[in-house]
C-alpha cells in the first residue's frame, strides 16, 4: 500500500512549467501562483461524490477527466482564462490500477488548458474528488449571470441532451419509447464520460456577450439562473435547440426533453445583443466551437417556449424533473 506522501511525489507532483502563472506548485504548505497584473481571479470550487455524480466503478481516465472538466466549464462560463487548480481527494484505498489512469485523465486535460495542478489534500474515505480551480479574467468583462439585457439574443455552444439520454440508457429507463442500440449508447456516453469544457469559446467571447452560463442541470433551469439573476425572462425556441447525435435518432418528444431538462452537458448558454450576431460567429469560429442561437431575451419574467411557427408549447417542465437524477 502507497503512503499518503508516496502517492502525492509519484500521481499528482510535477515540476510547473517555467513560463507559467505558477511560481511554486505541489509540495509546501501553499502553492504561489501569479496571475497576470491587472486581472481579476476567478475562483470555483466542484465536488464529485461516487454514487451521486459519477457510478463507483466508472472508467478512472474518464472521471480523472471529468472533474476538471467540470470545473473548467466554470472559468469557461465567466469567460477567465486557467491558471491551476488543486485536488482535494478522499480514497477509500491507494490503488495503482485507479490512481494512474485517474491522474492521467486528470492530467491530460490539464495541458490542453495549460492548467497546473498546484495544490490538494489527500485522504482516505469514501471516493470524493474536490476540485479548486483558479482563472484570470477582464476587469469589467467577466461574463455574469446578472447581466442579460431584454432584447438580447440567447445562444448555446455545441449541442445537448446526449448525456442525459446515455443515463436513460445505462438506468434502462422509457424502454418502451427509447429505441438505441449499443454503438448509439456508446456514442451518447462519450458525451457523459468525456464534456468538454468550452474554454477557448468564453474567452472569444468576453466584451461580446452580455451574460454566460454553463449548463450542468439542463438548459432550462440554467438559463432560468441567468433570467432570474438579470430579472428579465425570455422565450426559447425549443425546436431550434440543437439535440446531440445521438439523441437526433430519438423522437421529437425526447429530443425536447433531454436538450430542455438534460444535464451534465456542460455547454454554455449565453445571451448577446442582436447587434453583436457577427462578432458571435466570429468567436465561435476563432474558437472552433459551434454556436446556436435559440431565443431571445425579454422584459416580462418567466421561461416561455415555442415551435417553429411560433406558436407557444406548454411543455411542464415540472413534471421532467421526475426523470431527474437528483
Ligand atoms: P498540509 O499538511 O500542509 O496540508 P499535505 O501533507 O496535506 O500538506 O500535502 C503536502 C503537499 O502535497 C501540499 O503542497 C499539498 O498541496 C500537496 N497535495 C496533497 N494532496 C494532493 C493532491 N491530491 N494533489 C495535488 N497535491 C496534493
Ligand atoms: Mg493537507
Redesign the pocket.
Known sequence: MLS??DL?SQY??RAPRADGPVALG??????LLMPTAGMQLAVSSDMLVAGRHFFADVDPYSLGHKSLAVNLSDLAAMGARPLGF????ALPEARAEWLAPFAAGLLALADVHDCE??????TKGPLNICITIFGETLPGQALRRDAALAGDDIWVSGTLGDARLALAGYRHEFTDQIIMDGDEHALAATRMHHPTPRVALGIALRGIAHAAIDISDGLAGDLGHILERSGVGATLAVDTIPSGPALLRQTHTFQRLFTLAGGDDYELCFTAPPTKREAVMNAAMVSSTEVTRIGCVDALAGLRFIDVNGVPLDLQLTSFDHFRTT
Open positions: 499518503e506522501f502525492i499528482f507532483t505541489v509540495g509546501d504548505d501553499c502553492a488543486t485536488l482535494a481527494l495542478l498546484i495544490g490538494g489534500d489527500t
